[in-house]
């Protein structure tokens, strides 16, 4: 057994203290044994006992490079994670492309690897995943060795418990048992997580998250999705299904969604309702950099369809922020670079549709990059094993 | 000082452990200390440390009935509360009577007293509150030395931190100092908490949440609101505010809520509003009784008005669980009493709104006394006590 599969092993036998030392560590550190037991309310032998063998298994180090002279093992000495010690795989599904990238404990990227899909094809994507996953092997060289679990993520329906990718109106996937497949494949612990979901942890272990007690993630661009952390976790559902912000029945019944039902907020705010709605005024099939062109450019019709999508996403905010009244809203996804065109009515719909204190809940923007992405699939492999969980 | 006094500064003093095994003995007992050690990830002799006092201070007990003649402290014996060791007040506000009940420990309710307001003045409220408490004390005799803690309870965006109704629709107010008013007039420690979280908290604690991984109450009525319990907690809000079901944008525009928002649920589905949209189909002032007989019988006009409200209700609760997911939803409020006249369109349009597994999440109806929701006044203040909150 090599030293990461060792480490891994520790941490898969870890007790519930034991890993909320370790997850304390990880998200917070460099972090003293002290800071620890307040934060996670064990007492300070109980936290001394559980650092020793992740220090043992080169998990954690109190050698920071400002204390090599000092005393190792004082309890004031602060303690941090190897990042090194571990090596995860993360990779997002996009129904035309797949981006793969390998990171250290703290989602540092290590090697990265993006490449085309020509449909979405089961078939034909999981031999891109595997495709994917032997270039990043390559590029990892030695530290390859140390990679210790893979996290793919797909937008939709998906119950991380069993694999299952249950219903994805971008793939055109139903009742897809995802993660055997590729756990065959890849021969490696495979997690399949909802994409928004990941990247909700990802921004809570190693984001913008860390120390924020509540915030949400909303998602523009082809799909509307979030992501909600409360109560000191992502909210996963009880059937594996939430955030679905996209499917909030906020618009007229006349608008059908791609997922079949009617009012979604998607049918209306998601990139190919745009695109089609200006097609249709202009008469034509317009493409969505031809949109947004004219949209810029101050066309009415395409004014008035950033407008309308505009208000719906700020209508659909204002719900999720009445409902679970985060500190903060961020927004992200690939409409974010044209912010400028939703900016004005979004703000506007959510100012006038939040109720009371809630509004107080900040709105900012952050562009992921699809790097991002595939950093929160890995962000949910390192989850899984820190906190032992499914 | 008393023995209930000690009683309640040993748990103010308490370690995050300790408060934590102390939650585990009030919700989950009679508990063996390993079952403890399992649920709060604590080591068994930690445990143990933390019960110890607990039993000095005559908060717990290992002599329970069964096993008088067995040996006490050890670990496989279960743990319970003294149910009486302490008192707590609840008091439900409503827009035309205050609702008070004394509970022990475990929200047994031990006495209660009712009363009208004759309006929701200020002055008015706190002194029928002020009289109330006075009714419980006389009826509790001795046991009044017990009680540690007031919890109130009002509709409306309430700041428990600070104890300020910020506003409160139903009672009219804004930005009312309730708890700095109350802890003077009551010469007590006064929580005030939004009606419907409390109710939650109650549930969750005492009621049909425990054992639950999470779940929403949703109450119709005069008032239409939610809690959701999530990750292990009711959902608070950053600033105080969240479950506002009853304020999300679901209707059309030209509905002018009593919050001053337009296409609130609580606009079509409140008590008012259906009773406002009836009388104005028959081209008279109807009272609720007279609206609901129509109804009943038959009346287009008053069985259409509820086919909206139902449609619009079960609109939101897709919302809520397209959102956060929960196991199950449980529909109380008062106007849970005449559930036939909602119950085909609202799960009808729930079920055509809810996403994915999502969908899987029940619906059942419990119909809440108003004394429930003082209980649920109470369990907050018993839950702040035991969790060391605010």
Redesign the interface.
């Known amino acids: 057994m090599n030293e990461a599969a060792a480490a891994v092993s520790l941490l898969r036998g870890a007790?519930?203290?034991a890993?909320?030392v370790f997850k304390s560590i990880l998200t917070r550190g460099p972090i003293t044994r002290i800071d620890i037991a307040r934060l996670?309310?064990?007492?300070q032998a109980?936290v001394t006992k559980a650092v020793a063998p992740l220090i043992g298994a080169g998990l954690v180090s109190d050698q920071l490079e400002s204390q090599r002279d000092g005393q190792p093992g004082r309890p004031a000495n602060p303690v941090m994670v190897v990042p090194d010690a571990l090596v995860f795989v993360g990779i997002k599904v996009n129904a035309d492309e797949i981006v793969g990238v390998a990171t250290d404990l703290t989602t540092s990227i290590l090697a990265s690897d993006r490449r085309p899909l020509r449909s979405t094809n089961l078939d034909i994507v999981v031999d891109a995943i595997e495709a994917t996953g032997t270039t990043l092997v390559d590029l990892l060289g030695v530290r390859a060795e140390r990679i210790c679990a893979v996290g793919v993520t797909v937008s939709?329906?998906v119950?991380a418990h069993s694999g299952i990718v249950?219903?994805s109106a971008i793939m055109g996937w139903t009742d897809v048992p995802l993660g055997k497949i590729l756990t065959g494949r890849l021969d490696r612990d495979v997690l399949v997580e909802n994409d928004v979901r990941a990247l909700t942890i990802g921004e809570h272990w190693f984001g913008v998250g860390v120390g924020t007690?509540?915030f949400a993630i909303v998602t523009i661009g082809r799909g509307i999705g979030?992501g909600?952390h409360?109560?000191?976790?992502v909210?996963?559902?009880?059937?594996?299904?939430?955030?679905?912000?996209g499917?909030?029945?906020?618009t007229s019944p006349d608008r059908i969604c791609p997922?079949g039902?009617?009012?979604c907020v998607e049918a209306v705010a998601g990139t190919p309702a745009i695109v089609a709605e200006v097609s249709r005024g202009h008469g034509k099939d317009l493409s969505i950099d031809e949109v947004l062109d004219l949209a810029h450019r101050g066309d009415p019709i395409a004014v008035r369809t950033f407008e309308q999508a505009a208000t719906v996403i700020g209508?659909a905010i204002?719900?999720?922020v009445?409902?679970?009244?985060?500190?903060?809203v961020i927004i992200g996804g690939e409409a974010v670079s044209d912010f400028d065109l939703f900016e004005e009515h979004l703000r506007a719909a959510y100012a006038?549709?939040a109720?009371?204190?809630?509004s107080?809940?900040r709105i900012v923007t952050r562009p992921h990059t699809f790097e991002d992405w595939a950093r929160g699939a890995a962000a949910s492999a390192i989850r899984r094993l820190a906190e032992n969980r499914i």
Chains 1, 2 share one sequence.
């Open positions: 007790s519930a203290a890993a909320e996670t309310g064990l007492s109980a939709g329906d119950d249950r219903e007690a509540s979030s909600i409360v109560n000191g976790a909210v996963e559902g009880a059937y594996g299904v939430a955030g679905e912000i499917h909030l029945p906020l997922c039902r009617r009012g209508t204002a719900t999720l009445n409902l679970a009244g985060p500190e903060l006038e549709h109720f009371g204190a809630a107080r809940c």
